[in-house]
């Protein structure tokens, strides 16, 4: 006897191949906050400097990438209705980005440019490449792609790029072969990574993780192909225009990508107004929140790339453009979404067994939500006091800022560390 | 009993009373208000319960916990009859499922 549904092929993505990536992402933020404290004076001078260089490598590798492959391999099913293709090539990405990210971060702040820093970029590169092939073949087998899986894919391949570019400027350092100053190339590495990665990723993964928490009538995958192809198209003018038209106006890919991500608000304000879930819970809020912050740095490089700038007022806004895109966007947006998904993987692990049967508690009991309240606070301060420091060039400004940052971040670990060693009730 | 496909409809009422103890942990709704049970059928010879659900998004995380929670729950209810759940996502779950009960839960 049998039902006239057809049958659907199902599997979850365990917890072993995504909670390493988490606490992993949970001590580097910390890491990096004890970093900048340490550091906090650099940020009244030029960008280029060994401690910047640490900070945003580890922010950028081992807090915003870890969680984001973490996560990628839970969500991927989700976003792309196919399983995750092997678990032993997640676990092979998370053991050779878990070796790589430290030896590269060494390398920058010691400004050893030898073995620690070119093998931390081997096997960074090799981590990624193994996370393609893991998401390809995830992606092969089955029905049409659809918009978010086009988006990962995209993403995991500007992932790639960045990471290459990063290698060959890391060779650069020691076998000098590109024909332009290292600060020249160094913009092209950092937009494929903030651009192609980290904002195609979080659109193409928010775009359906919004609407499906706050269970939202609206659906619009042309208005999100719009903006995949306003973004891609604006990051590929600006890297190919850099090889061939070295004078193109800054503002083209700017305008390009700017109405891309305007488009995407546009889209989460759509999202929000037509849902039937009216209760927004904190960890939503927040990212809520981080989807705004993305003004910040479209601001700033509005006005870096009119040019209106110069001398010491233009390294302060690279600086702020740096800071608010690793501190303020992508840290806003981790914070909130950590706790609107792990508390689900370790409730799923350790409840699966008592639900229906038992009494459970909810998922959203697993943290503490005082300690996450304060630790909202506690950013948001401390993010508005580091940029307000990195404006006005104040040494004091940016320690305070720092040492909130680094409470925020402890409090982040002890919230993480709780439901990581959640026990049954 | 909106919604819900059924050979016999009496044994329907009284699994999805009990499946209304099966909550989606996310949304903090049961199962059947949320119009995710799109039949369940009885075979009276060979005493088996078929159910056929869907998740509120494919690949949904909770799919493992919640299949299993429906079945737990039924074999209780149901005492002898083995229990054998379906995913099922053609057609898709929608917000227009979701039974009135729950529209009012989720507009607090």
């Known amino acids: 006897m049998g039902t006239g549904f057809p049958q659907a092929d199902f599997r979850n993505t365990p917890h072993t191949a995504v909670v390493p990536f988490y606490l992993y992402a949970a001590v580097s933020l910390l890491a990096g906050s004890v970093l900048l404290f340490l550091s906090a004076s650099l940020f009244t001078g030029h960008y280029f400097n060994p401690g910047s260089l640490a900070i945003t490598h580890i922010m950028a590798l081992g807090w915003g990438t870890m969680i984001i492959l973490g996560a990628s391999h839970q969500l991927v099913p989700v976003l792309t209705e196919k399983s995750l293709y092997s678990l032993r090539l997640a676990h092979l990405t998370f053991w050779l980005a878990a070796c790589g990210i430290p030896l590269l971060v060494y390398g920058f ?25 893991n998401l390809f073949r995830s992606l092969q087998h089955g029905k049409k792609m659809n918009v978010h899986a086009v988006y990962i894919l995209t993403a995991a391949l500007w992932l790639f790029i960045t990471a290459f570019l990063g290698l060959t400027l890391v060779y650069n350092f020691t076998i000098p072969f590109l024909p ?8 092209l590495h950092a937009h494929a990574g903030i651009i192609g990665w980290f904002l195609l990723l979080i659109i193409g993964v928010g775009s359906r993780l919004i609407p499906m928490f706050l269970i939202s009538k609206y659906q619009q995958p042309r208005l999100l192909y719009v903006i995949y192809f306003l973004i891609n198209g604006g990051l590929l003018f600006y890297q190919l225009s850099f090889l061939w038209l070295p004078a193109a106006p800054l503002l083209i890919p700017a305008c390009l990508i700017g109405t891309g991500l305007f488009l995407f608000v546009f889209y989460c304000i759509q999202v929000f107004r037509q849902r039937i879930r009216k209760q927004v819970d904190e960890p939503m809020k927040i990212s809520l929140l981080s989807v705004s912050m993305i003004v910040l740095p479209l601001l700033t490089v509005l006005v870096l790339s009119g040019r209106l700038l110069s001398g010491e007022h233009q390294l302060k806004t690279v600086q ?5 895109i690793f501190f303020g966007w992508i840290t806003a947006l981790i914070l909130g979404m950590t706790f609107k998904t792990l508390p689900f993987i370790i409730w799923n692990k350790v409840y699966h067994e008592k639900a229906g049967v038992e009494k459970t508690p909810n998922p959203n009991d697993l943290y503490n939500k005082k300690l996450f309240a304060v630790m909202a606070l506690i950013y948001l301060a401390g993010f508005v006091l580091f940029s307000a420091g990195i404006l006005l060039g104040m040494i004091s400004l940016l320690q305070t ?6 409470g925020m971040a402890f409090l982040y670990c002890l919230n993480v560390y709780r439901v990581w060693k959640h026990k049954p009730v | 009993m909106m919604n819900v496909i059924s050979n016999h409809t009496m044994n329907a009422t009284i699994a999805l009373a009990a499946l209304e103890q099966v909550i989606d942990p996310e949304i903090g709704l049961n199962v059947v208000d949320l119009g995710l049970i799109y039949q369940l059928d009885f075979d009276e010879t060979e005493k088996i319960i078929y159910v056929t659900m869907t998740l509120t998004t494919q690949f949904c995380p909770m799919g493992d916990t919640l299949t299993a929670a429906v079945r737990r729950v039924l074999e ?13 996502f053609d057609p898709p779950w ?13 507009n607090q």
Do not use: N
């Not at chain 1, 702040?109 to 092939?133: F, H, N």
């Not at chain 2, 227009?96 to 729950?102: D, K, L």
């Open chain 1, 109 to 133: 702040y010691k400004m050893d440019m030898g073995w620690p820093a070119k093998w931390g970029g081997r096997l960074l590169l090799l981590a990624i490449l193994v996370y393609v092939i």
């Open chain 2, 76 to 88: 209780k209810t149901f005492g002898e009859r083995q229990v054998r759940v379906e995913l099922c």
């Open chain 1, 320 to 324: 702020l453009y740096g800071f608010v």
């Open chain 2, 94 to 106: 929608t917000h227009e499922r979701i039974s009135e009960e729950g529209k009012r839960f989720l």
């Open chain 1, 180 to 187: 332009q100053d290292i600060l020249a190339y160094l913009p």
């Open chain 1, 401 to 406: 800022g720092a040492v909130l940052l680094t």
